[in-house]
């Protein structure tokens, strides 16, 4: 195994400890431990932790000592105010570039989608939301627009909106990305808009609910 | 000793800004045109022309890389990366569909930010100059107050940078429209007019689109 790809599994492993919770805002994190609970060594830790820093899941607190951020409501919503752009804009594209493979695979992530919530299964719906608005990002066919899109800041964040939610918000997220892949599919690109702008809108709501409790 | 050794007895966590500087000047090389574009770059020809040692060398490159601005290359090192027409119509559409968003935002909120921005001599500076150009539409998106969204167009007009796509040897009427584009910005600013900086600045930018399109295209 290559040093880059445990670096990615390190990075991976870390950034949805922290947006899942298991790593509580404030706790601090230490090279030597992380490496030894992932089992790998610490140069590609190392690389981890930067690049979790980097993309603001991790600060600095005193002393030099690395702490879990505790995002804040307004961070959430600059962060659901530029996915909005960046998303809407990336379905409008999707929608007339979108191949029929990439359609097969979000209907093959659909239907993963499904049994995912019937069995309640918080971490495989969080990554394979990932992947589903992924690939519709990819399906946009503007490259720079993917790599943006995969080092957005904070990005992650999202991905706790299913810990937050009730079953019935999880139910209701992969209802619409159904329908989504559907509008996709027919090629209509308003409807596809209007649907990812409240999908947004609702996973940015829970999750500011969900910090107001903390 | 090695840094593996030495980490296991020093303090555990330190400083990222290493990796950062790196960045940075790795950036500073390929803007200023130091490094030929056919030259193969490995982490370790920058790690020693910038004293420094490969892990931020190593991750300095890999963040270029997801920037689109180098790509790796197969047997290992890095090249710079040439932008093909679709690269940069990509990157104008992407700068249109954030920055008349990040002007707008700038216009509704009084901050500092923007009032230092105006108070400053740049706007004095010519349009056609690209690290100029850089900085003031870098300072605008700041100072919409959203970090998400400035932190995109900085990567995008770093990139550009990188590219120096903005060299384009514009005659003077060209410069003179880019210059007049900025002051209409700055006036919406000014002016507080959420509407009138969005149009300015998608006119502005469009502009741009259409000098680097025509630039690609004849390449």
């Known amino acids: 195994v290559s040093r880059d790809s445990l670096a990615d599994t390190a990075y991976a492993e870390l950034r949805s400890a922290i947006a899942g919770g298991a790593l509580a805002p404030d706790t601090q994190v230490v090279e030597a431990s992380l490496a030894g609970m992932l089992n790998i060594s610490r140069t590609p830790v190392r690389e981890a932790l930067r690049r979790c820093e980097l993309e603001g899941y991790l600060k600095r607190g005193d002393g030099g000592r690395l702490l879990v951020h505790r995002p804040?409501?307004?961070?959430?919503?600059?962060?659901?105010?530029?996915?909005?752009?960046?998303?809407?804009?990336?379905?409008?594209?999707?929608?007339?570039?979108?191949?029929?493979?990439?359609?097969?695979?979000?209907?093959?992530?659909?239907?993963?989608?499904?049994?995912?919530?019937?069995?309640?299964?918080?971490?495989?719906?969080?990554?394979?939301?990932?992947?589903?608005?992924?690939?519709?990002?990819?399906?946009?066919?503007?490259?720079?627009?993917?790599?943006?899109?995969?080092?957005?800041?904070?990005?992650?964040?999202?991905?706790h909106t299913f810990a937050v939610g009730t079953n019935?918000?999880?139910?209701?997220?992969?209802?619409?990305?159904?329908?989504?892949?559907?509008?996709?599919?027919?090629?209509?690109?308003?409807?596809?808009?209007?649907?990812?702008?409240?999908?947004?809108?609702?996973?940015?709501?829970?999750?500011?609910?969900g910090l107001a409790e903390r | 000793m090695a840094t593996e050794e030495l980490d296991a007895i020093g303090p555990i966590d330190r400083p990222a800004p290493l990796a950062q500087q790196a960045y940075e000047s790795i950036r500073h090389e390929l803007m200023s045109g130091r490094w030929s574009p056919d030259e193969r770059l490995t982490e370790h020809d920058v790690a020693r022309r910038l004293s420094i040692s490969r892990t931020p060398a190593r991750e300095a490159l890999r963040r270029l890389v997801l920037m689109g601005s180098l790509d790796s290359v197969p047997g290992g090192g890095y090249a710079q990366r040439t932008l093909t027409p679709r690269d940069v119509r990509e990157h104008c559409d992407l700068r249109l569909l954030l920055e008349p968003e990040a002007a707008a935002l700038a216009a509704a909120r009084a901050r500092p930010e923007l009032d230092a921005l105006l108070g400053t001599d740049d706007l004095r500076q010519p349009a056609a100059d690209p690290a100029h150009d850089m900085r003031l539409h870098v300072a605008i998106a700041e100072a919409s107050g959203n970090a998400v969204l400035a932190g995109l167009v900085r990567t995008l007009n770093e990139r550009a940078a990188v590219h120096r796509l903005y060299r384009h040897g514009h005659d003077s009427r060209v410069g003179a429209q880019l210059e007049d584009g900025h002051l209409q910005i700055v006036a919406a600013l000014r002016s507080r007019d959420p509407a009138a900086a969005f149009a300015t600045m998608s006119e502005h930018l469009r502009l741009e689109r259409e000098l680097l399109l025509m630039e690609a295209s004849t390449a």
């Open chain 1, 72 to 159: 804040t409501a307004a961070e959430m919503r600059d962060l659901f105010y530029t996915r909005e752009l960046l998303e809407t804009y990336a379905v409008r594209l999707a929608a007339e570039r979108i191949s029929e493979e990439e359609l097969v695979r979000l209907d093959e992530l659909v239907a993963a989608d499904r049994r995912a919530v019937k069995a309640n299964a918080m971490d495989e719906l969080a990554s394979l939301n990932e992947q589903i608005h992924g690939l519709i990002v990819t399906a946009s066919r503007n490259r720079t627009l993917d790599a943006l899109m995969s080092g957005l800041p904070g990005r992650a964040y999202g991905l």
């Open chain 1, 168 to 209: 019935d918000d999880r139910a209701r997220f992969v209802a619409q990305h159904e329908e989504l892949v559907g509008l996709l599919r027919d090629g209509d690109a308003d409807s596809a808009e209007t649907l990812i702008r409240s999908h947004l809108g609702t996973a940015r709501d829970l999750l500011l609910a």
